[in-house]
C-alpha cells in the first residue's frame, strides 16, 4: 500500500530547513498565543473568542504576506487568504484548516490548563494544539518560509480556515458554492488527522461520516419525589436507558433497522492494507486501559474504526448527579447520540431511520424528541494523481520513510463537500498521533511531528508544482 | 377506615386558638428565618449551614422554656430538647422532625429562590418548606402556644431533631439506641408526610422502605474521540443504559432475580379502604402533565405507590452534556438507581441482589461497580391505641372532618428504628399535600394547613393526656 512513484530520495531543501530551525522558538512561540484564545465553537459565550481567533489568524496570513480577509456567515467567520504570484501554468493548492475548538470539559481532567499551552516529554498540551490549530499552523508556517527564504512559492496558495468544524460546518459548503471561482485549484490539502504511529506518515483513504442527535425524553412536568411518585409514573430516566438498549443488538451490531442498508465495501487491496499495518489488540487495550474490546462482530479492529459504521452516546443526563443521594424520580432526561458512518450511508437517510426507530420504541407516558445537531457525508479518496505523488514525496523527505494510507474513524463534513462543489481531489495529510485526546482533556501534539509536518508540507507545495 | 373512636365533637380550645391567630406573623417570620438557613445534609460545603439550623433550632426550643442542646454525632449533630413538668402519670411523648433540606437543584426552575421563603396562592415556598422544617415548626410552636398561654404542657415532650433524613439517618439510630433511656417514651409522633387531599387530614399506615445505589461503569482512561475510537471501544454511556434496562421486564416489573421474594401482602382492609380514597388516574395523570402511567401491572396507583415496591433511575450522568455536540466516547458513566421496598423486602438483601444482578449483566469491557449509599427498612403501623385515638380527635378539631388512613411511598428510615429501641408506638400525622414538590424545584407548604396543623398538634398534646 505505502509506495513512491519516483525512484529519487526525497530531501527536504536546506535553505528552507535553516530557516525552520532558526525560527523554531518563534514558530512555538506564536503557536501558543494562537492556542491561548479560547475558541469554542460549540458555546456562544465564547463567540468573541472564537472571532478573536480568526482576526488573529488573518493578521498572521497577512503579516507573511497573504492577502487576507475575515468573511463573515450566518456563523462563525471563515478567513480566507490568498497568493497568487506564481509562474505561470504553476497549480494552485487550496489549504483548509479550522480555527475552532472543542469545549474543554471536564476541566479538572487536564493535567495543565486547556488554554495554557504546556510542554512536556515532547508534546505541547493544549485544547487544539492537534485539532487542529497545530496542524493549520504547519503550513502557514510552512507557507511563510518559503516566503521569507525565497520571496516567493512555488505554487499559488489559497488558505481557508473555518469557525465552525467542530459544530458541522453548517456554513462552509454554502461559503465554498459562493466563492467556488475564486476557489477554483487543483487539489485541497488538509491536515486535520493522525498519523499511524510515530514515525510512521500516512496519507487518509478514507473518513467516516456522522449523523450527531439529541434525544430528549419528558415525563412529569417536575422533578418529582421517588418515594411519593415511584412505581406509577413512567420514569424518563429509565426510559431513556431503554431506549438507548434497543439501538444495539445482544451481540453489538446496530439495530436500527435498515441501518446498514447500502454500504459499499471497501475494496480488497485497502482492506490487505489494514491488515499490514502494525497494530495489536492487546497494546490498543493497554493504552486505552480496558481489558476487552467491544462492537461489531466479524471485524477486525482497524475494519471497525475505519470501515464500519456506529451508534455511539456521547452523553447522558438526567436527574440528581451530584454528591450522594437525592431520592428524585427526574422530570427529563437527555442523550446526546451520534452515529459514524462510511460510504452508502447518508446521514440525513440515518436521521429518519434514528426516529423511526425511537418512535417506535418509545413508551407511552413520556413524550421523547429527537433532534439531528449535525451530519456529515462519508468519503473515500482517489489514491493517484499528481497531489498524491507529491504527498509520497513530501511525507518521505520530512520522516525519512515510505508513507502508509490509513483510514480515520473520525469524521471532516466538507472533505466532499470539496470534492463536489470545486471538482478538485482532496489530500488528507496529517500530523497528529494516537493517544493525542483531540476531543478529550490533555490534548496534545507532539513537537517533533509539528517539525517534520513543517517540512513535508514546504517539500510538497515544491513538488507539486513540478 | 376512618372513624373516630369518641362521640364528642371534637373543638380546638379558644385559648390556644387565638394565641396562635394573635402570633400568626411572627410563626410565619421566624420559620423563614428557619427556612433560609440552606442546612443541605448531602452537600459537604453546606456543613456550616447545616449545624447552623441545628443552633437556631435549638435556641429556639430553648427560648419557649425547653432544655434543649445540640449534641454532636459522626455526622450532622442531632437536636434533643426536653420538657418533663407534666403532673405525675402524664404521659411522656416524643416529637421527631429533621432540619436537614433536599439539594436545591437545578436552581433554574424555582420561581423563587430555594432560600428566600415566598407566599404565592397561600402557599410557602422554600426548599424545606414541607420537608421538613414547616412540620417541625408545627411542633415546636403549638409546644409553645401550651407554654405561653398556660405556662405548661399536658403531657411531658421530647424533642429530637436530626440533620441526616434526607442522607439516610445514618447516625440517629446509634443516637437512639445510646440514649434509649432518656428517650422512653409512650409514643412518638413525626409529621413529614402529605395528607391525601386538601382539606382530608390524613394518618399514615404504611411507609415503603429503600435502597439507593450508585452504580459506576469505568471505560477507557480518559474521554476519547468518538470518531477515532468508536465502534471498538465499549462504550460506557451505551453499557450503563443497557445494563439499567434489565432492571424490568417489558412488562415494568422489576427483573432482578428473587426482588419480589418474601414480600408481606397488605390487608385486604388497607386494600379496600385505598379503593374507596377519592382518587382518578386521569387527575393525577393532568396534575403531572403525563398522557400515561405505568409501572407494575396488576395493581392500581395507589396500589404501586404504597404497596409496591420499585426500582428508579435517580440520575444520569456521562460525557458531555452541554449545548451542542461534543462527539466524545466518555471515559465514565455513572447512575444513581434505588428501589422502594416494602415489608418483607430488607434493604441488604436487596443490594445482595442488586450487586449479583449488575455483576451478571454487566457487559466486558468497562469495570462495573454498585456502591449501596444508604438504605431504610419498610414500616407498617399498628392502627390502634391511646396516641392513635387522639390523633384522629386532633385532626377533627383542627379539619372538620374525620381523618382518613392512607400509605406512603416515601420513606423515613427512623421509624423503624424508634419502634425497635423505645418499644413505643409511632403516629405519622402530615400536613403537606399532593404536588408539594418535596424533592423538586418550588417545594412548598400551604398556609391553611400549617395554621390547622398547629391547632391538630395543640389539641393532640391535650387528647394524649387524658
Not at 494562537?34 to 488573529?56: C, G, M, Q, V, Y
Not at 505561470?88 to 471536564?106: F, K, M, N, R, S
Not at 447518508?346 to 429518519?352: A, G, H
Not at 514525496?393 to 474513524?409: M, N, Q, S, T, Y
Request: glycine share 10%; net charge neutral; charged share 25%.
Amino acid at each position: 500500500m505505502s509506495t513512491t512513484r519516483r525512484t529519487t530520495k526525497p530531501m527536504v531543501p536546506a535553505d528552507l530547513d535553516h530557516w525552520l530551525a532558526d525560527n523554531d522558538q518563534r514558530i512555538h512561540d506564536e503557536l501558543f498565543d494562537f492556542l491561548r484564545i479560547p475558541s469554542i465553537s460549540a458555546r456562544s459565550e465564547h463567540n468573541p473568542d472564537t472571532r478573536r481567533a480568526a482576526k488573529w489568524l488573518n493578521d498572521k496570513l497577512t503579516s507573511i504576506g497573504f492577502t487576507s480577509a475575515v468573511h463573515e456567515t450566518p456563523g462563525h467567520p471563515v478567513v480566507l487568504a490568498e497568493w497568487r504570484k506564481a509562474p505561470a501554468g504553476a497549480p494552485t493548492l487550496l489549504i483548509y484548516g479550522h480555527y475552532d475548538v472543542q469545549p474543554a470539559e471536564p476541566l479538572e481532567l487536564w493535567t495543565s490548563p486547556a488554554f495554557e499551552p504546556t510542554i512536556r516529554d515532547g508534546k505541547i498540551f493544549a485544547r487544539g494544539s492537534v485539532d487542529d490549530k497545530g496542524q493549520l499552523w504547519v503550513h502557514v508556517k510552512a507557507l511563510e518560509a518559503h516566503l521569507a527564504v525565497r520571496g516567493t512559492l512555488p505554487c499559488n496558495v489559497i488558505v481557508l480556515a473555518e469557525g465552525e468544524e467542530e459544530v458541522g460546518s453548517e456554513h462552509l459548503a454554502p461559503f465554498i458554492e459562493q466563492h467556488k471561482k475564486r476557489l477554483a485549484c487543483d487539489g485541497v490539502v488538509i491536515s486535520d488527522s493522525a498519523m499511524f504511529a510515530p514515525g510512521i506518515p500516512s496519507i487518509l483513504s478514507s473518513l467516516r461520516g456522522l449523523a450527531y442527535f439529541e434525544i430528549n425524553v419528558e415525563g412529569p412536568n417536575s422533578d418529582l419525589h421517588s418515594g411519593m411518585y415511584g412505581g406509577a409514573v413512567v420514569n424518563p430516566g429509565m426510559a431513556l436507558a431503554r431506549i438507548l438498549a434497543t439501538f444495539h443488538d445482544a451481540k453489538g451490531k446496530v439495530a436500527i433497522k435498515g441501518f446498514y442498508d447500502g454500504i459499499k465495501p471497501f475494496t480488497a487491496a485497502v482492506r490487505k492494507g489494514m491488515k499490514m499495518l502494525p497494530f495489536k489488540d492487546t497494546t490498543f487495550m493497554r493504552e486505552l486501559g480496558v481489558k476487552a474490546l467491544g462492537g461489531e462482530p466479524g471485524y477486525t479492529t482497524l475494519e471497525k474504526l475505519w470501515t464500519r459504521p456506529t451508534c455511539e452516546v456521547n452523553g447522558l443526563l438526567s436527574g440528581y448527579t451530584g454528591e450522594g443521594a437525592k431520592t428524585v424520580l427526574p422530570g427529563k432526561s437527555m442523550a446526546k447520540v451520534s452515529c459514524r458512518l462510511v460510504p452508502g450511508q447518508d446521514p440525513k437517510q440515518i436521521e429518519k431511520l434514528m426516529k423511526a426507530h425511537v418512535k417506535k420504541v418509545a413508551p407511552a407516558g413520556v413524550k421523547v424528541t429527537v433532534t439531528h445537531l449535525h451530519g456529515g457525508k462519508p468519503w473515500r479518496a482517489e489514491l493517484d494523481g499528481p497531489l498524491f505523488d507529491a504527498a509520497q514525496i513530501a511525507l518521505k523527505a520530512a520522516f525519512k520513510r515510505d508513507a502508509v494510507i490509513v483510514g480515520e474513524g473520525g469524521s471532516i463534513p466538507v472533505v466532499g463537500d470539496f470534492e463536489r462543489i470545486l471538482k478538485a481531489p482532496v489530500l488528507l495529510v496529517g500530523f497528529g498521533l494516537p493517544g493525542e485526546n483531540a476531543h478529550a482533556p490533555d490534548e496534545w501534539i507532539s513537537v517533533d511531528n509539528l517539525r517534520r509536518g513543517l517540512r513535508a508540507m514546504a517539500v510538497l507545495y515544491e513538488e507539486v508544482a513540478k
